[in-house]
């Protein structure tokens, strides 16, 4: 605040200057001492009537244009801050070799063309290194096995906190993070990558976080406290990448060319996106892939025991549950409503919803054998 202040009072002695330039060059006074009282009545005005703009407009003149550019800064990826940084001094370097011979043509190319070519030259190396330096970057890295690096010792592929190679690397997306699964599956080590959360992925994150319907804030707030629990577990490596390609514009689309573009793993619920990635040749794994490899292997003729919990569709039927959420249809099993039954398994389908298995009563089930040995 107090620089705020400050900036707007310099700002406005900047404009009473102005305005004291101005009425002195409408009046013809050279200096103070000159000062009459005729002129004085038209620079005095001139001189207020410049003060208060500079005073009203010193924060679009300052602080907004500042903040913008705070805002602006943030928002751009480190790498490509650096690297636009080092494309201006590069390019403003090349301008200041060719200012002397450019000053030597006649006039008035000899007064003006220096001056674009410092325009010129430093915009030229601000575009090329960020749209380039991807390439730049790994034409002046060493190949793996090249003469200069055989001799050095081999460290791990990884550390936690370090940006590892990125074959090893899996990019969440925003739906596995708020689903949540993601962290009971790093907990139990089946988990070897690191992972990988672009910058525009916590975001997204954010957004949703602050949105005024209730239901997406909470989502939003369940994938925050996801990573923060992912960042807890010790076996896990986590890090956030700044790389934001410009090339693309939807969330979905940037984490496909950051998947290609890093042969990394994108993980995802996903369906549209898991189509899409594999269609590019990104890998994708899927949570709910994974959830219905992971469920019980159960054979027909297989004994179990199940709690009915509701009518089925059909007449007759029952309904219950496995621990891992497989629906289980007993025939016959409606009159067992809220009992644990004894069944046997008869068919097991597979459907695009998971895994759907067919019994019937144990007793239901001997009736049909003792039947069919009668026949």
């Known amino acids: 605040?107090?620089?705020?202040?400050?900036?707007?009072?310099?700002?406005?002695?900047?404009?009473?200057?102005?305005?004291?330039?101005?009425?002195?060059?409408?009046?013809?006074v050279e200096a103070l001492e000159s000062l009459t009282l005729s002129s004085a009545r038209l620079i005095v005005p001139i001189v207020l009537v410049s003060g208060l703009v500079g005073l009203?407009?010193?924060?679009?003149?300052?602080?907004?244009?500042?903040?913008?550019?705070?805002?602006?800064?943030?928002q751009i990826p480190t790498v490509q801050l650096m690297a636009a940084t080092v494309g201006m001094a590069i390019g403003l370097a090349i301008a200041a070799l060719l200012a002397y011979p450019l000053s030597l043509l006649p006039n008035p190319f000899g007064t003006i063309?220096?001056?674009?070519?410092?325009?010129?030259?430093g915009y030229l190396g601000v575009t090329m290194m960020v749209?380039?330096?991807?390439?730049?970057?790994?034409?002046f890295r060493l190949p793996n096995g090249s003469e200069e690096g055989k001799d050095l010792p081999k460290l791990p592929l990884f550390s936690k906190g370090q940006h590892p190679q990125y074959s090893d690397m899996m990019l969440l997306d925003t739906s596995v993070i708020i689903d949540g699964r993601i962290a009971d599956v790093a907990e139990t080590g089946f988990l070897?990558?690191?992972?990988?959360?672009?910058?525009?992925?916590?975001?997204?994150?954010?957004?949703?976080?602050?949105?005024?319907?209730?239901?997406r804030r909470n989502r939003g707030r369940r994938g925050l406290e996801i990573l923060d629990r992912l960042q807890k577990i010790e076996d896990v490596s986590i890090v956030f990448l700044d790389q934001d390609?410009?090339?693309?514009?939807?969330?979905?689309?940037?984490?496909?060319?950051?998947?290609?573009?890093?042969?990394?793993?994108?993980?995802?619920?996903?369906?549209?996106?898991n189509r899409v990635a594999k269609l590019q040749g990104v890998r994708v794994l899927n949570i709910?892939?994974?959830?219905?490899a992971v469920k019980s292997v159960v054979l027909?003729?297989?004994?179990?025991?199940?709690?009915?919990?509701?009518?089925?569709?059909?007449?007759?039927?029952?309904?219950?549950?496995?621990?891992?959420?497989?629906?289980?249809?007993?025939?016959q099993g409606r009159r067992h409503m809220g009992e644990r039954l004894s069944v046997r398994v008869t068919k097991v389908l597979q459907t695009n919803a998971g895994r759907l298995i067919f019994a019937v009563p144990d007793d239901v089930h001997e009736r049909r054998r003792s039947y069919e040995s009668v026949r």
């Open 192 to 215: 070897w990558a690191v992972l990988a959360v672009p910058r525009f992925i916590l975001n997204e994150l954010q957004y949703i976080a602050d949105s005024a319907e209730v239901l």
């Open 245 to 273: 390609p410009a090339d693309a514009q939807q969330v979905d689309e940037k984490l496909v060319f950051l998947g290609r573009e890093m042969k990394a793993a994108i993980v995802t619920n996903d369906y549209n996106l």
């Open 1 to 28: 605040m107090r620089w705020a202040l400050l900036l707007r009072w310099l700002v406005t002695f900047v404009f009473v200057l102005l305005g004291w330039e101005l009425g002195r060059q409408i009046t013809g």
């Open 56 to 74: 009203v407009g010193a924060p679009w003149l300052t602080v907004r244009p500042a903040n913008a550019l705070r805002s602006s800064l943030r």
């Open 300 to 331: 027909p003729g297989e004994d179990m025991t199940i709690h009915v919990i509701q009518e089925g569709k059909e007449m007759n039927q029952g309904v219950g549950y496995l621990d891992d959420g497989t629906m289980v249809v007993v025939e």
């Open 131 to 139: 749209l380039r330096h991807r390439e730049i970057l790994n034409f």
């Open 113 to 121: 063309l220096p001056f674009v070519g410092v325009i010129v030259m």
């Open 288 to 292: 709910n892939e994974l959830a219905n």
